[in-house]
Every structure is written in C-alpha cells, then in structure tokens.
C-alpha cells in the first residue's frame, strides 16, 4: 500500500511538472526525468525571454519523449510562440500544427489567441486543418446518372 502511494505521488508530480504552480514552488527540481525537467525550464526562459535557451530546452524535451500528450503540445506551442516571435511564421505554423495533431481540442487561452504575432497563425493554422480534416472525411457524391450507370440505385423516370 505504501508503495502505491509512492508511486501516485511520482506519477502526478511527473504529469504536473510543467504547471506554473508547480515550477513556482520549486517542486519541478523533482521531475523524475530528463524530459520534464527541460520542459520545465524551457518554459521558464520562455517566461524570462531567453528564447535561444528556451528554444534548446524545449527541443531537448520533445527529443528525450515527454510521457505525457499536454507536456508535448505544450512544449509545440512555446516553440510556436518563439517562431513567431522571431517572424519565422512557416516554423511557427509547423509547431502549432504538430500541437494541433497530437491534440485536436487544443485552444490558446483567451489571451494568446489575441496576440498579434501568432493568434492569427494559430488561427489560419486550426482553420486550414479542420478542413482538412472535413475533406478526408468527405466522399465524393454521385449524380442520381452516376449511380444507375455504376450499378447503383436507378431513378425514377
């Protein structure tokens, strides 16, 4: 039993160590793996403008496999912020679009989406992919003709 509780509290600080709560009370030091803790401080030079270190640190995590789905799409949309930033917009697009594809529901907060530099890319980005994705899921319609001629039902004359 005693084990199993040692093993939920690794496993939450694990999942939770990119959360400002969580890098702000200095409980980051304690991610248990590589990937976490340059996810981490990835973000934190994002945070204290150091782009280039943060830039490193966010591949660095990406490279070494962030366990967990939030961690990856967090760490794409940081290097998507310092394309942009940085008027790389095509680099910029290619982050926010491995982010939207390891999760379809991801959203800016209300704040990033209303940057000047990527809210309209993360936009154009989301757009162009839904429909996208609309487009494979749609399949050519046939005329009534078509069908009769292919074998299809026939129609009424």
Known sequence: ???????LCASLLMTSC??????????DKFAPRKAERDLSA???AY?????????RLLQSSLSA?????SDQVAAHKHLAFIH???AREEACRDEFRKALQLDRRFELTPAESGHPLWGPVFRSVKDSMTKERFRSWA????????????GGP???A
């Open 47 to 55: 945070e204290d403008g150091e782009y280039e270190s943060s830039a």
């Open 154 to 156: 026939a129609t009424p």
């Open 42 to 44: 990835g973000i934190r």
């Open 139 to 150: 399949w050519p319609l046939r005329a009534p003709a078509d069908l009769a001629e292919s």
């Open 18 to 27: 990119a959360s400002p709560a969580v890098r702000d009370a200095g409980l």
């Open 84 to 86: 942009c930033a940085q």
């Open 65 to 69: 496999r962030l366990f967990v789905i």
């Open 1 to 7: 039993m005693k084990q199993m509780g040692l093993l």
